[in-house]
């Protein structure tokens, strides 16, 4: 079995998160728990909490769910989320809270031989379609942070070439005696904007570089999931295998 356990750091709308719960096919322990007790809603950060800051909880008045349970069953096994609860947050002897999140308490019962219809076990196309959702959405916004980390790595290169004209136009004025005070007062100021312009030029090509590997990966997996999406759900457990046995050749 499969255990995904902790601090988040994402909303349950959050885009990460939902990639995260359809790539893996990790099943949400609140989500699936028929028997919760808790805060409103399983909030792990709630506003009565002193150690949270508030600001961070304007659009969530009402807490919000950044801690999670996550499992998912591997062959041979049937796993379902028996109880769930949260912590009320509040050492019994000073009545301070323990922590700024609410702590999970999760009790799954893990089972031999799963049911023949198990949902964790095949995946039909209908619930497929999930996947390719989250997919497209985030090629979506990986194509406008690609676009974006373009855009300076542009703007930083007309800082270069600016520095450097100002650098040769320095030269000519020193050379040439006239200027020479001026010229030697302006050569630090153009080394520093050609250096700076040159820094973030290398830092937002690598970052559409990192980019557009995860788009490429993100692309290979919509494909491979279209495919195994129209062959059906036997064929499923196969792509995903080659998939990842090609990704650990690229490694090598």
């Not at 949260?86 to 809270?97: A, E, K, L, V």
């Not at 270069?160 to 030269?171: Q, S, T």
Request: net charge negative; aromatic share 8%.
């Amino acid at each position: 079995m499969v255990l995904l356990c902790g601090d988040l750091n994402l909303h349950p709308k959050d885009l990460g998160y939902r990639l995260l719960k359809e790539w893996t096919g990790l099943h949400d322990a609140y989500l699936e728990t028929r028997d919760f007790k808790g805060s409103e809603e399983g909030c792990t950060m709630v506003p009565g909490n002193c150690y949270v800051n508030q600001k961070e909880l304007e659009r969530f008045p009402c807490g919000i769910r950044i801690d999670y349970v996550l499992y998912k069953a591997v062959s041979g096994l049937y796993i379902s989320c028996k109880t769930l609860k949260t912590t009320t947050g509040q050492d019994p002897h000073s009545g301070s809270p323990l922590s700024d999140h609410e702590a999970l308490m999760a009790t799954l019962c893990v089972r031999h031989s799963p049911p023949q219809h198990n949902p964790s076990s095949t995946q039909g196309p209908a619930e497929s379609s999930p996947l390719i959702s989250v997919l497209r959405e985030t090629l979506t916004e990986l194509n406008l942070a690609v676009a974006q980390a373009c855009w300076w790595a542009t703007f930083a290169g007309y800082g270069i070439g600016l520095g450097l004209l100002l650098l040769a136009v320095l030269c000519v004025l020193a050379a040439g005696g006239g200027f020479r005070e001026a010229a030697i007062l302006l050569w630090s100021p153009s080394v520093g904007l050609t250096l700076g312009a040159g820094a973030v030029y290398i830092f937002h090509m690598q970052e559409a570089k990192g980019l557009c590997k995860a788009r490429a990966e993100l692309q290979h997996v919509l494909g491979r999931t279209r495919e195994a999406q129209d062959l059906g759900p036997e064929s499923q457990p196969a792509l995903f295998l080659g998939h990842q046995e090609g990704d650990r050749a690229e490694d090598q």
